[in-house]
C-alpha cells in the first residue's frame, strides 16, 4: 500500500472503468424500459437486473480496496472548498453504487416479485411484502438514478476540468497513471501540462 | 499568458458538449424526446378513461375479484415440451385469483365480460409462474395501440351505458379484429359459475424442453366441473355479487379442478396475434390438474397484493414474440405501483361478508 502514489491502484482504476460501462449501461436501460410496453421491455428487464446484481457485487469489491489502497492527495493548490466538495461527491458516488441496486432487490422483494437475476437464478428477499414500502422504494428507484446521473455528469464534467484544463495529473490518475520519474521530481506533477524535458 | 486562453476556451467547449451529448441521449433513451412511445401510464390511463376516473388502490383492469388457493398436481407429461418443474410429477401450491373485467370494483356480475382466473405457482426448487387469463380463445386486440383505441371508444355513454356510436362506428371499422371478437362473444357460453369455464392462456408461449428443442404452445385449464351458460338476455337482472357467491358457496361444498392442456403450435398458426384462434387438431398433453379448495376475500386472501404478470415464468417457458405480452407486463406493473401508492381499500366481496357479519 503506497499512499503517496500520485494514482489510484491499478485494480482500482480497472474496476472504475468497467462500473463505468455498466452504469452508463444501467442507467439508459432503466429510463428506457420505463418509456415503453413495446417488446423491448421485456429485454430490458432481463438486462436491467444481472447487470445491477453485477454492480453491487463489483462496488463490494471496490470499498475494501479503496479503502485499504486510498486515493492519491488532490493538487495542493485546489481550494479547500472544492477538496471537500470533491470528497463529498466521491461518498455520494459510493452510497448510491451501493443503494441502487439494494433498492431494486427490496423493491422486488416488497412487491411480493420473485427476484430472478436471470432464468436460473433467483435470489432470497431481503424485505417483507408490503405494498407500501414497495411504493416508496419504487419512487426512491426512479428519483435516485436520475439524481446519481446528473452526479456521474458533475463528476465527469470535473474530471475533464482537471484532465483538460487544469492538467493537474487528477485525471490521470485514474486513466493511464503517471509515468514512472524519479524520486526527485517536484511534489506537483505536471505530466499532463506539456511533454516535459528529460528530468 | 492570457487567463482564458484560446485553448481553455475550446477546453470547455468540448467539456460542455460532452455533457450536452450524454443529456441528449440519455433524454431519448428515456422518451422525453424523440417520437412519442406508449408506456405502461398510456394503458393505465386509458383504462381510467374508460372506466370514468381512476379507482384508487385498485388494479386497473378486472378490479372486482376474489382469492383463492389450492394446489397443482403435475403428472409428469409436460416434461415432454418444457423442462419447467411444474410439470414434473409432484404436487405444488397455488395461489389466485378469479375476477371480471373492467374497472369498477363494485360492477355487477352480469356483464358479457371476461371471466378471468389468474395463478401463482411455485414448486420447492423456487421456479416461480404466473399466469392470467380469460375464458376466451381469443382476444379482442393484438397490440397495445389498438388497446388503448378499445379502451377509448368502448367507453361507456353515461346517459345510455353504451359506447357512443359515433365513436365506436370508425373504430370497429379500422378494427375488423375487435368486430371479430365481439361477434363472438355474442354468440359465445357465458359461463354461469368461475368453476366450469375453461381458462386459456390469451397469449402463445415459448416451451424448451430438455433437450433444448423450442415449441411455441397456449394452454388451456379445462374445467371438470360441465359448463352451463347464463341467461345473456337477462343479465342485468343478476344481483351485483352473483358469481362470486356462488364460487365461495360452491368451494364451501367441495373443491374444483381443472386440466392444464398444453397446446402445440402446427406450422402455420399464428403465434403472435391472440386475435386469431388455433383452429383443427392440435398436439396436446394434460399436464396436471389444478384443484381450488379455498376462496378468500382480497381482504384477507394472499391475491390481492400480487401482481400476476404472465410475464414471470420459470425456466423452460419463455415470452413468444406476441408483443401484447410486453404490454400486458408493463401495463400490469403500472397499475400495481398506483394501486401501492393509493393503498388498499375494500373489496365487493369483502363488503358482503362485513355486512353479513354485522347482521
Known amino acids: ?199 | 499568458m492570457p487567463p482564458f486562453s484560446r485553448a481553455k476556451a475550446s477546453a470547455f467547449a468540448v467539456i460542455g458538449a460532452i455533457v450536452l451529448l450524454l443529456v441528449g441521449a440519455f433524454a431519448w433513451a428515456a422518451g422525453w424526446i424523440g417520437p412519442r412511445r406508449i408506456n405502461g401510464g398510456d394503458v393505465t390511463a386509458a383504462l381510467e378513461y374508460n372506466t370514468g376516473k381512476p379507482e384508487h388502490g385498485y388494479r386497473r383492469a378486472h378490479s372486482k375479484g376474489i382469492c383463492f388457493s389450492g394446489s397443482f398436481a403435475g403428472n409428469g407429461a409436460g416434461s415432454a415440451l418444457s423442462t419447467a418443474s411444474a410439470f414434473k410429477s409432484g404436487r405444488y401450491p397455488v395461489i389466485g385469483r378469479f375476477s371480471l373485467a373492467g374497472g369498477n370494483p363494485l360492477a355487477g356480475d352480469g356483464r358479457n365480460v371476461f371471466h378471468s382466473m389468474a395463478l401463482i405457482l411455485k414448486t420447492p426448487d423456487g421456479q416461480e409462474w404466473r399466469l392470467a387469463m380469460d375464458h376466451t380463445p381469443i382476444f379482442p386486440v393484438a397490440d397495445v395501440a389498438s388497446f388503448i383505441a378499445l379502451q377509448r371508444a368502448t367507453k361507456p355513454d353515461p346517459k345510455t351505458g353504451k359506447p357512443d356510436p359515433a365513436v365506436m362506428k370508425p373504430f370497429l371499422a379500422a378494427h375488423p379484429e375487435v368486430k371479430a371478437f365481439q361477434a363472438f362473444m355474442m354468440k359465445a357460453v357465458l359461463p354461469n359459475s368461475f368453476a366450469n369455464a375453461t381458462y386459456y392462456s390469451i397469449n402463445a408461449f415459448r416451451f424448451t424442453d430438455a433437450g433444448g428443442t423450442t415449441r411455441i404452445v397456449r394452454w388451456q385449464f379445462e374445467p371438470e366441473a360441465p359448463l352451463v351458460g347464463l341467461d345473456k338476455k337477462h343479465l342485468e337482472a343478476m344481483p351485483r355479487d352473483a358469481l362470486f357467491n356462488e364460487i365461495i358457496a360452491r368451494t364451501a361444498k367441495g373443491p374444483s379442478r381443472w386440466h392444464l392442456k398444453l397446446l402445440v403450435a402446427n406450422p402455420g398458426d399464428v403465434t403472435d396475434k391472440a386475435t386469431v384462434a388455433w383452429t383443427g387438431p392440435h398436439r396436446t398433453i394434460d399436464a396436471g390438474t389444478l384443484t381450488i379448495d379455498a376462496v378468500q376475500p382480497e381482504e384477507t386472501g394472499a391475491c390481492r397484493d400480487m401482481n400476476f404478470d404472465p410475464t414471470i415464468l420459470p425456466p423452460g417457458i419463455a415470452v413468444s414474440d406476441d408483443p401484447l405480452l410486453a404490454a400486458r407486463s408493463k401495463a400490469y406493473s403500472s397499475s400495481f405501483t398506483r394501486r401501492a401508492i393509493e393503498g388498499s381499500h375494500s373489496s365487493a366481496v369483502g363488503e358482503d361478508l362485513a355486512k353479513e357479519h354485522a347482521r
Open chain 1, 1 to 199: 500500500m503506497n499512499r503517496r502514489s500520485p494514482d489510484f491502484h491499478p485494480a482500482l482504476r480497472l474496476i472504475h472503468w468497467l462500473m463505468v460501462a455498466l452504469v452508463f449501461t444501467m442507467l439508459f436501460v432503466g429510463v428506457g424500459m420505463v418509456s415503453t410496453a413495446g417488446p423491448a421491455y421485456v429485454s430490458l428487464l432481463a438486462l436491467h437486473r444481472p447487470i445491477g446484481i453485477a454492480i453491487l457485487a463489483l462496488v463490494l469489491v471496490r470499498l475494501p480496496l479503496r479503502l485499504a489502497t486510498g486515493a492519491p492527495p488532490l493538487p495542493d493548490d485546489l481550494p479547500t472548498m472544492q477538496k471537500r466538495i470533491a470528497w463529498g461527491s466521491h461518498v455520494l458516488l459510493y452510497l448510491t453504487l451501493f443503494a441502487m441496486p439494494l433498492i431494486g432487490w427490496g423493491m422486488l422483494s416488497a412487491g411480493g416479485y420473485p427476484v430472478q437475476v436471470t432464468k436460473g437464478f433467483t435470489l432470497p428477499p431481503i424485505l417483507p411484502h408490503d405494498l407500501r414500502l414497495y411504493a416508496v422504494l419504487r419512487e426512491a428507484h426512479t428519483v435516485i438514478a436520475l439524481l446519481f446521473f446528473a452526479l456521474i455528469l458533475a463528476h465527469l464534467a470535473a474530471a475533464l476540468m482537471h484532465g483538460l484544463i487544469r492538467r493537474d495529473g487528477v485525471f490521470r490518475s485514474m486513466t493511464t497513471g503517471h509515468r514512472r520519474v524519479p524520486a526527485t521530481t517536484s511534489e506537483h506533477d505536471h505530466s499532463e501540462d506539456t511533454v516535459r524535458p528529460l528530468a
